[in-house]
T-cell receptor, first 114, second 112 residues
Framework: DTEVTQTPKHLVMGMTNKKSLKCEQHMGHRAMYWYKQKAKKPPELMFV???????INESVPSRFSPECPNSSLLNLHLHALQPEDSALYLCASARAEMVVDTQYFGPGTRLTVL | ELKVEQNPLFLSMQEGKNYTIYCNYSTTSDRLYWYRQDPGKSLESLFV?????AVKQEGRLMASLDTKARLSTLHITAAVHDLSATYFC????????????FGKGTKLSVKP
């Protein structure tokens, strides 16, 4: 099973809302990633979790708050977002951060902030 | 700072023709990836290239890596419409094993 799942597929939220994105994998991977992709642009790394600990935070604003409750699950909590945060949010996983391996991407959550 | 440049950014080609997409990167890296993305969809892993001279092939796509030139190529042979997509190369940032730096992508359109 080489599948990374993400929910919801689409999310529309207002600037005062609080919502969460969820990512799950059951491949035994110990590295999990959040990327943001704007239209017609490449993905940009936001966060990396390695063995359930935050390894990399690419200077992401605090209105994005990641959480890794266990080795299979990765959440991204959203609060007080701006319209410019509208994008496709991609989750990925890999066997481990230091292992030469492929990152497997989930289908993404398309977020619209009104 | 690692920079990854792809060219061309847009490629319109006819079915049956051959073409090459180029990916240059600015600093040493030991891994290079090629991904495919269909409109509105996620990224699909195509190739992982790990060493100088590495060549991998899958169907009509062949990828190669020259670490000395810091160059990877994705060669398309006898293109078909189903290959229409955006292709990204990505390189691991030397200072951070987990940080993939993506090129801007090449939007490929194969016309009958």
């Amino acid at each position: 099973d080489t599948e990374v799942t993400q929910t919801p597929k689409h999310l529309v939220m207002g600037m005062t809302n609080k919502k969460s994105l969820k990512c799950e994998q059951h491949m035994g991977h110990r590295a999990m990633y959040w990327y943001k992709q704007k239209a017609k642009k490449p993905p940009e790394l936001m966060f990396v979790y390695s063995y359930e600990k935050l390894s990399i935070n690419e200077s992401v604003p605090s209105r994005f708050s990641p959480e890794c409750p266990n080795s299979s699950l990765l959440n991204l909590h959203l609060h007080a977002l701006q319209p410019e945060d509208s994008a496709l949010y991609l989750c990925a996983s890999a066997r481990a951060e230091m292992v030469v391996d492929t990152q497997y991407f989930g289908p993404g959550t398309r977020l619209t902030v009104l | 700072e690692l920079k990854v440049e792809q060219n061309p950014l847009f490629l319109s080609m006819q079915e049956g023709k051959n073409y090459t997409i180029y990916c240059n990167y600015s600093t040493t890296s030991d891994r290079l990836y090629w991904y495919r993305q269909d409109p509105g969809k996620s990224l699909e892993s195509l190739f992982v290239l790990l060493s100088n001279g590495a060549v991998k092939q899958e169907g009509r796509l062949m990828a190669s890596l020259d670490t000395k030139a810091r160059l990877s190529t994705l060669h398309i042979t006898a293109a078909v419409h189903d290959l229409s997509a955006t292709y990204f190369c990505a390189v691991v940032s030397g200072g951070s094993q987990g940080n993939l730096i993506f090129g801007k992508g090449t939007k490929l359109s194969v016309k009958p």
